[in-house]
């Protein structure tokens, strides 16, 4: 098993090289990647101690930030290693102020060696999931605390069959895990493992946070005035299409969607499924003064948001939302909408989610599979204060995972 894992790690970066000819996320991957030992010799200190963070992309990196940063505030000094396995995450986050950010080196027997000695961590820190063979190994070997936080186990995983021995013993390296909930506490317990904590998910901190504070956007009230607004965050195509039903039913209601890939042909495609009128971002935020045209803009049913790291930001505008990500692999984050009190409309896949399945069963949510359940759901929730009110409730009855994990791992007599 551990052959076919090189074979894995190998055969994956191979076909990444080859999209990476003509895929452009696949050529940050691969081009991150390049002299990424002479980077980190550039920025940290073997000698001195570092905190190591992994995050699989954005979304982990926001639901492992909490920690992070109640670490850095009680240890100023402390000096902190972020690294990132998707471009997605890394991009965006790479001038992260509190850490020195790098992407992952592929994980193989030398890569993890040499990059566990470069950077000399005290600690290690993974956010709910990846589970990397040789640097598992590397860090229990050299007797460093490996902890993650806010996992998330299921029955399906390949660490509960019969056949995943392989996979078992790479959970064996964690030293403890803080877990969201019981039935991953139990599946850790069936294999032996019973360093874990069900400590919640992080993530119930982070928007909790964000949603007591948010960044104000004065383009956006200057867009939707006093209309009721519907935020649609992170969507495909697939979310687009059903989506595009309901502003020509609702002429009194505003639409912002924040699409999660924004390329000029994904954004071009927005703009032809909403055919009752839509603006840019960018177009209607490069408008200093009141123009004729901004006065037609006004106008405009319908905001696309054309660029990333606004969309925590945006769920304050809103009283409902919907999220993308149902319709694909699975949805995206419901609870920076529900933080704000927002009912939450998704698709179907959000079997993996159990915030999401939480939300329904309070009346916060709806999944739908389509159009037409679209608006029944919309309808349902458009003037329904209870969905409202269970939704900000359930995130701020959930919070606290962060001072639990971090009362732990600063503890000498760590578990």
Same mark, same amino acid.
């Given at each position: 098993?551990?052959?076919?894992?090189?074979?894995?790690?190998?055969?994956?970066?191979?076909?990444?090289?080859?999209?990476?000819?003509?895929?452009?996320?696949?050529?940050?991957?691969?081009?991150?990647?390049?002299?990424?030992?002479?980077?980190?010799?550039?920025?940290?200190?073997p000698?001195?101690?570092?905190?190591?963070?992994?995050?699989?992309?954005?979304g982990?990196?926001?639901?492992?930030?909490?920690?992070?940063?109640?670490l850095?505030?009680?240890?100023?000094?402390?000096?902190?290693?972020?690294?990132? #396995?998707?471009?997605?995450?890394?991009?965006?986050?790479?001038?992260?102020?509190?850490?020195?950010?790098?992407?992952?080196?592929?994980?193989?027997?030398a890569?993890?060696?040499?990059?566990?000695? %470069?950077?000399?961590?005290?600690?290690?820190?993974?956010?709910?999931?990846? #589970?990397?063979? #040789?640097?598992?190994?590397?860090?229990?070997?050299?007797?460093?605390?490996?902890?993650?936080?806010?996992?998330?186990?299921?029955?399906?995983?390949v660490?509960?069959?019969?056949?995943?021995s392989?996979?078992?013993?790479?959970?064996?390296?964690?030293?403890?895990f803080?877990?969201?909930?019981?039935?991953?506490?139990?599946?850790?317990k069936?294999?032996?493992?019973?360093?874990?904590?069900?400590?919640?998910?992080?993530?119930?901190?982070?928007?909790?946070?964000? %949603?007591?504070?948010?960044?104000q956007?004065?383009?956006?009230?200057?867009?939707?005035?006093?209309?009721?607004?519907?935020?649609?965050?992170?969507?495909?195509p697939?979310?687009?299409?059903?989506?595009?039903?309901?502003p020509?039913?609702?002429?009194?209601?505003?639409?912002?969607?924040?699409?999660?890939?924004?390329?000029?042909?994904?954004?071009?495609?927005?703009?032809?499924? #909403?055919?009752?009128?839509?603006?840019?971002?960018?177009?209607?935020?490069s408008?200093?003064?009141v123009?004729?045209?901004?006065?037609?803009?006004?106008?405009?049913?319908?905001?696309?948001?054309?660029?990333?790291?606004?969309?925590?930001?945006?769920?304050?505008?809103?009283?409902?939302?919907?999220?993308?990500?149902?319709?694909?692999?699975?949805?995206?984050?419901?609870?920076? %909408?529900?933080?704000?009190?927002?009912?939450?409309?998704?698709?179907?896949?959000?079997?993996?989610?159990?915030?999401?399945?939480?939300?329904?069963?309070?009346?916060?949510?709806?999944?739908i599979?389509?159009?037409?359940?679209?608006?029944?759901?919309?309808?349902?929730f %458009?003037?329904?204060?209870?969905?409202?009110n269970?939704?900000?409730?359930?995130?701020?009855?959930?919070?606290?995972?962060?001072?639990q994990?971090?009362?732990?791992?600063?503890?000498?007599?760590?578990?």
């Open positions: 098993m551990k052959l076919l894992y090189i074979i894995g790690i190998w055969g994956y970066t191979l076909l990444i090289r080859i999209f990476s000819l003509f895929n452009p996320k696949a050529k940050l991957f691969i081009n991150g990647r390049k002299n990424i030992f002479t980077s980190i010799a550039q920025k940290v200190n000698a001195e101690k570092h905190v190591w963070f992994h995050f699989a992309s954005l982990e990196f926001e639901q492992g930030r909490p920690v992070l940063e109640k850095k505030a009680l240890y100023p000094t402390k000096k902190i290693v972020v690294t990132f #396995f998707s471009p997605s995450g890394y991009e965006i986050r790479k001038n992260y102020a509190l850490a020195d950010v790098f992407y992952l080196p592929i994980d193989t027997a890569n993890a060696k040499r990059f566990i000695a %470069a950077i000399n961590p005290e600690m290690a820190i993974f956010t709910k999931y990846e #589970f990397w063979h #040789f640097y598992f190994k590397e860090l229990k070997v050299k007797g460093i605390p490996l902890y993650v936080i806010s996992g998330i186990f299921r029955e399906s995983q660490f509960f069959k019969w056949y995943g392989f996979y078992r013993n790479i959970l064996k390296s964690v030293t403890y803080f877990v969201q909930n019981e039935e991953s506490a139990n599946l850790l069936s294999i032996e493992l019973n360093d874990v904590t069900i400590s919640g998910d992080t993530r119930f901190d982070r928007v909790y946070e964000n %949603a007591q504070s948010p960044k956007l004065d383009i956006i009230e200057s867009f939707i005035g006093s209309a009721p607004t519907l935020v649609c965050g992170s969507t495909w697939e979310d687009e299409k059903i989506l595009s039903a309901l020509r039913q609702y002429p009194n209601w505003k639409f912002i969607i924040a699409p999660h890939e924004i390329h000029e042909s994904h954004i071009e495609s927005i703009e032809k499924q #909403f055919s009752v009128g839509s603006v840019r971002f960018s177009v209607f935020s408008q200093s003064e123009s004729s045209s901004q006065r037609s803009n006004l106008k405009s049913q319908i905001l696309i948001i054309d660029n990333i790291g606004m969309l925590s930001s945006l769920y304050q505008y809103g009283k409902l939302a919907y999220i993308g990500g149902g319709f694909g692999i699975g949805i995206h984050n419901t609870l920076e %909408a529900a933080a704000f009190g927002l009912p939450v409309i998704f698709g179907p896949k959000y079997d993996k989610f159990q915030e999401a399945k939480d939300l329904i069963a309070i009346g916060a949510a709806r999944s599979t389509s159009a037409e359940e679209l608006i029944d759901a919309f309808n349902a %458009a003037s329904d204060r209870h969905a409202a269970a939704a900000s409730k359930y995130v701020g009855d959930n919070k606290g995972a962060t001072g994990i971090v009362s732990v791992i600063t503890q000498p007599d760590q578990p």
